[in-house]
């Protein structure tokens, strides 16, 4: 039998509920937004972590690369936090990475929107006729 969650996502769930509480507070460069963790993804290794994270109210490509790069520049010391918040032997590398599943989510819902307004038009136009 299987368990329902294996050990690599345990350590990925903490990793984000201690990450979300670390990078605001500790992570002090201005050009850093509101960042939003979406997941954790952790090698069953327990080597590396996948980061994703979305940004309030930015899209630009430009703003979003340089989050990441403040991101990237403070994953050690965040490594180093987390070592000291979470009780294992050796924390993951942490790899930060764009969710972009909001933006499609959200252009998706738009494209139905449109074409459910469309058939509406075209339902009433013939009911007219």
Known sequence: MSKQ??????????????????????????????????GVDVSRDLGHAKVYVTLMNSEDPEVIEDNLEVLREAAGYLRMLLGKEIRIRSIPQLHFHYDDS????????????????????????DGDE
């Open 5 to 38: 969650y294996s050990r690599a996502q345990r350590v990925g769930d903490q990793i984000q509920r201690e990450l979300a509480v670390m990078i605001p507070r500790e992570v002090k460069d201005p050009r850093l937004g509101f960042v939003t963790l979406t």
């Open 102 to 125: 909001v933006t499609r989510g959200a252009y998706m819902s738009s494209l139905i929107e449109r074409a459910v307004a469309s058939d509406r038009n075209n339902h009433q136009q």
